[in-house]
């Protein structure tokens, strides 16, 4: 029985020896390659997770801002998204003039996100502060216009006559 005995035990040193020698070639040519590549995976891993959260810091900061400027300039926003409407502007301003008149012109250089309109008008009083008040009211209008210069007056008795030229913004998208 002593003999069976040690081929067991001679078969289970080899067994053993085997499954040992097999663990080994496993790990060096399988679990350490990719051991490596793991930790080199979670370390790019870790900066692109803190380039994501640096990303969202800078977006949530601009998406802040853009939430407060479009409180702020909610007015704005909404007059260039209404469409200008040259009957409307007559008769909202009609009281501060005598006559007033709008012509548009027809630009060469127009890119299609702005119309140009001569404005020809006749204040009722002798004194520019009406024109002033008009240009405050054109401030606060539903619409974005923009008059340019110069503004002509010339006196004519007692009125006073304006001629100046207006660019209305609209959105054409």
């Known amino acids: 029985m002593s003999k069976r005995q040690n081929h067991r035990t001679l078969y289970l040193v ?22 490596k590549e793991y930790r ?3 370390l790019e891993s870790k900066k692109e997770q803190q380039m994501i959260a640096r990303v969202q810091e800078e977006y949530d ?10 409180g702020e300039n909610s007015h704005t926003l909404t007059a260039f998204k209404t469409p200008f409407n040259p009957k409307k502007f ?14 548009e012109i027809e630009m060469v250089d127009h890119n299609g996100s702005f119309k140009v309109y001569e404005v020809n008008a006749t204040t009722k009083i002798t004194s520019p502060q009406v024109f002033y008040q008009f240009l405050e009211k054109i401030n606060k209008s539903d619409w974005i216009i923009g008059v340019n210069f110069p503004i002509y007056f ?4 007692d009125r006073i006559k ?4 207006m660019k209305v913004h609209h959105n054409t998208i």
């Open 61 to 70: 900061r601009v998406d802040e801002k853009l939430e407060k400027l479009k």
């Open 14 to 35: 080899l067994i053993s020896l085997f499954l040992f020698t097999a663990i080994v070639v496993f790990s060096v040519l399988f679990l350490i390659p990719k051991g």
């Open 154 to 157: 010339e006196r004519e008795g």
């Open 162 to 165: 304006s001629s100046f030229t």
């Open 90 to 103: 007559t008769n909202n301003n009609h009281e501060d003039f005598e006559n007033l008149y709008l012509t």
């Open 40 to 42: 080199t995976l979670r």
